[in-house]
Structure formats: structure tokens, C-alpha cells
């Protein structure tokens, strides 16, 4: 469409009008209202409670009585670290007998 010459742009322009009232016109014969072409999305809304609950939340945060939960970081055990590194010591093995170097 960005190259379209003005006649195309107004022949689209007509088209779409044709279009919409057909829609119309077929909205009034069946009973119904005319849907729009392009569809609507309506914004989500928080019920009060929730709302609440979450101002509830944020002054007990900004009060200092709880602190946001942080996650415990995982720790390797000595024989998960052993595995590992006798797998890197494996590879570079078999890069150090293929000739290649760090460098």
C-alpha cells in the first residue's frame, strides 16, 4: 500500500464504505446491531478485593514488617562438582590431543 497511487487509495476508500454499509444494511435485516470491522478489546479491571490486597501488601512492604521472599540459591553438592569438573577436564583432554590450545 505505500506505493499506491491516489486513484487505488480512493478506490480502497470506496470500497470500505461499500463495506460498512452493506454491514449496516445487513444489520438492520437480521436485528442486530452493526459490528465494527475491527474487533474491540475491553481492559481488564481488578475487583476491589484484589485491589485491596495489594495496597494491603505494598504498606506492609513500606512499613519494613516483611521483606519480598528471596529465593535460596541452589548449591552444587561435592560429588555434582566433582562430576562436572571431571567432564571439563575430559574435554580439554581430547582438545589438548587434537592439538588445539585455549589461545
Same mark, same amino acid.
Given at each position: 500500500?505505500?506505493?499506491?497511487?491516489?486513484?487505488?487509495?480512493?478506490?480502497?476508500?470506496?470500497?470500505?464504505?461499500?463495506?460498512?454499509?452493506?454491514?449496516?444494511?445487513?444489520?438492520?435485516?437480521?436485528?442486530?446491531?452493526?459490528?465494527?470491522?475491527?474487533?474491540?478489546?475491553? &481492559? @481488564?479491571?481488578? *475487583? $476491589?478485593? =484484589?485491589? +485491596?490486597?495489594?495496597? /494491603?501488601?505494598?504498606?506492609? #512492604?513500606? !512499613?519494613?514488617?516483611?521483606?519480598?521472599?528471596?529465593?535460596? &540459591? @541452589?548449591?552444587? *553438592? $561435592?560429588? =555434582?562438582? +566433582?562430576?562436572?569438573? /571431571?567432564?571439563?577436564?575430559? #574435554?580439554? !583432554?581430547?582438545?589438548?590431543?587434537?592439538?588445539?590450545?585455549?589461545?
Amino acid at each position: 500500500m505505500i506505493n499506491a497511487t491516489p486513484q487505488q487509495l480512493r478506490k480502497a476508500a470506496d470500497l470500505q464504505e461499500k463495506i460498512q454499509s452493506l454491514q449496516e444494511e445487513l444489520g438492520q435485516l437480521l436485528g442486530t446491531p452493526a459490528q465494527p470491522a475491527s474487533p474491540t478489546f475491553r &481492559k @481488564r479491571r481488578l *475487583s $476491589a478485593q =484484589g485491589l +485491596a490486597n495489594i495496597r /494491603a501488601g505494598v504498606r506492609k #512492604r513500606m !512499613a519494613g514488617k516483611t521483606k519480598p521472599a528471596r529465593q535460596a &540459591k @541452589r548449591k552444587f *553438592s $561435592a560429588a =555434582g562438582r +566433582a562430576r562436572l569438573a /571431571a567432564l571439563a577436564k575430559a #574435554r580439554w !583432554a581430547k582438545a589438548k590431543r587434537a592439538g588445539r590450545s585455549r589461545l
